[in-house]
């Protein structure tokens, strides 16, 4: 079990910044690879960002690279997604999720390889 815990959503104004936070507790989180995804209202939960167990590879959807950074600090259990120039449409529930498998292309967005989800954090970007 890896329990998540995400903070750090809000409202902010178009082109705004916001830096989530997922808060993993016990003493495995650096055996996982990392995940933040969203779902905004009526649409399918999406993939944003990735980063490696080590924290030294990362991925990104085409929607926010260039815009967000993802970080995983192992010595703290934390994982953090900090997103700038925020857009309308980057309004959605917030996710991050523990992947217990190896970080690959092939798995790093696929929401079905994720074991571990927190209960989500809302984040609205007003126009």
């Known amino acids: 079990q890896v329990p998540l815990v995400e903070s750090g959503g809000g409202l902010v104004q178009a082109g705004g910044s916001l830096r989530l936070t997922c808060a993993a507790s016990?003493?495995?989180?650096?055996?996982?690879?990392m995940g933040w995804f969203r779902q905004a209202p009526g649409k399918e939960r999406e993939f944003v960002a990735a980063?490696?167990?080590?924290?030294?590879?990362?991925a990104y959807d085409d929607s926010v690279r260039g815009r967000s950074t993802v970080t995983k600090d192992n010595a703290e259990n934390t994982l953090y997604l900090q997103m700038n120039s925020l857009k309308p449409e980057d309004t959605a529930v917030y996710y991050c999720?523990?992947?217990?498998?190896?970080?690959?292309?092939?798995?790093?967005?696929?929401?079905?390889?994720?074991?571990?989800w927190g209960q989500g954090t809302q984040v609205t970007v007003s126009s």
């Open positions: 980063i490696s167990r080590s924290g030294t590879t990362t």
């Open positions: 999720a523990a992947n217990p498998t190896v970080f690959s292309s092939r798995t790093y967005s696929r929401a079905a390889d994720y074991d571990y």
């Open positions: 016990g003493r495995t989180f650096n055996s996982y690879a």
